[in-house]
């Protein structure tokens, strides 16, 4: 989800921006091509599907309308995001196998085995207690079940360096980072089956690259008309602190998957 705290992190300004950087409804890198590869072989058809941390919905109607998915949840703990989101997926073809609920942080509000695939995008980063959440994600998937997501992760554990240091300080949102060890602990800890990692921080090492060169560039005025100067150039400065810590390797975004036993 986009947040642990009551604060909202994500504000319309914000929204605005990484939506002009990524798509209208996507508040994550990489567009439709990144998440049809963290779906790279999950087949959605008919199946009942929550969407983890779905900000402003643009994933969650994808997987209804392109992935044939037969019911999607998509949740969220902050009500800017959600607006959006409900906004926008009134009118869609699909609008009736969509439901947007805002959540408070802590277990999911789910019975158990309730859904067949459970998806995150890049949300998990903001839960501290990896543990406890793929505890919980084990329970509410039906036998079978897959988890299916991607997120930020850090190489290590422990205390980050100067420069991953600069870069929260720079993002300024509530990231709890960890280590692909962690997350591939947590999942078997849980209970998951057939565990995968995969490392994307070559592709995102280079996307940021471009990214920025295109802030500090052509896509300055379309960004700054849509969310402000000052949030651009803000934004400016996290995306070269970013790129430091994605050229060493530290800030190293992965995609992830297990499944429940049958």
């Known amino acids: 989800m986009t947040s642990v705290h009551d604060e909202?992190?994500?504000?319309?300004?914000?929204?605005?921006?990484l939506e002009t950087l990524w798509g209208e409804g996507y508040l994550s890198p990489g567009g439709p091509e990144e998440v049809r590869a963290v779906l790279e072989g999950i087949d959605l058809t008919g199946k009942t599907v929550l969407d983890i941390g779905c900000g402003s919905g643009g994933i969650t109607r994808s997987l209804a309308a392109d992935y044939g998915a037969a019911r999607v949840v998509g949740i969220d703990v902050e009500a800017p995001v959600l607006e959006q989101a409900r906004r926008r997926a009134k009118d869609d073809e699909t609008s009736e196998r969509l439901e947007f609920i805002q959540v408070e942080p802590g277990p999911l509000p789910f019975a158990d085995g309730e859904f067949d695939i459970v998806f995150s995008k890049d949300s998990m980063i903001h839960i501290p207690d990896k543990e406890t959440l793929f505890a919980d994600i084990m329970r509410i998937l039906a036998p079978g079940g897959w988890l299916v997501a991607s997120d930020w992760l850090m190489s290590h554990d422990g205390k980050p360096s100067a420069d991953m240091r600069h870069y929260l300080d720079c993002e300024g949102l509530s990231f709890a980072m960890a280590s692909p060890r962690r997350y591939q602990s947590a999942?078997?800890?849980?209970?998951f089956l057939d565990v995968e990692l995969r490392n994307r921080n070559p592709w995102y090492r280079e996307v940021a690259h471009r990214e920025l060169a295109a802030l500090e560039g052509d896509l300055y005025d379309k960004a700054a008309a849509a969310a402000g100067r000052d949030v651009v150039d803000a934004n400016i400065q996290t995306w070269r602190a970013m790129s430091v810590v994605?050229?060493?390797?530290?800030?190293?975004?992965?995609?992830l998957r297990g499944r429940k036993p049958a």
Do not use: R
């Open 8 to 17: 909202v992190e994500y504000t319309d300004e914000s929204i605005n921006f």
């Open 187 to 191: 999942l078997e800890g849980a209970g």
């Open 246 to 255: 994605l050229d060493s390797g530290e800030h190293c975004p992965h995609h």
